[in-house]
Nanobody
Framework: QVQLVESGGGLVQAGGSLRLSCAAS????????MGWFRQAPGKEREIVAA????????YYADSVKGRFTISRDNAKNTVYLQMNSLKPEDTAVYYC???????????????????WGQGTQVTVSS
């Protein structure tokens, strides 16, 4: 079993920054791919970023490239999402997820991920 707990969401003005954290417990965290997803009201859940077990491979959605950075600290069992230059369209509930079937290949489909956190709200005001 894996438990994922997100934190760091909140309300920020456009152009501002937030850092999300996802703390993992249970199954060996350092061995698998982790991802961040988001879901806005009335929209499907979408990939934001993903990272391989050692951080050597990353994926970013086109909409966040150059603004967001995913990273992980396996010693702390934590994955981060640094979000800069936030836009109102970034407003959503952000979820972290674990793909225990993969150590390197970052996948974009939510259905590929086995474990999910409860989500944290990010609201960007204009």
């Amino acid at each position: 079993q894996v438990q994922l707990v997100e934190s760091g969401g909140g309300l920020v003005q456009a152009g501002g920054s937030l850092r999300l954290s996802c703390a993992a417990s249970g199954r060996t965290f350092s061995r698998y791919v982790m991802g961040w997803f988001r879901q806005a009201p009335g929209k499907e859940r979408e990939i934001v970023a993903a990272i391989s077990w050692n951080g050597g491979s990353t994926y970013y959605a086109d909409s966040v490239k150059g603004r967001f950075t995913i990273s992980r600290d396996n010693a702390k069992n934590t994955v981060y999402l640094q979000m800069n230059s936030l836009k109102p369209e970034d407003t959503a509930v952000y979820y972290c997820a674990g793909d225990t079937k993969s150590t390197w290949y970052t996948k974009v489909a939510p259905g590929e991920y086995d474990y999910w956190g409860q989500g944290t709200q990010v609201t960007v005001s204009s």
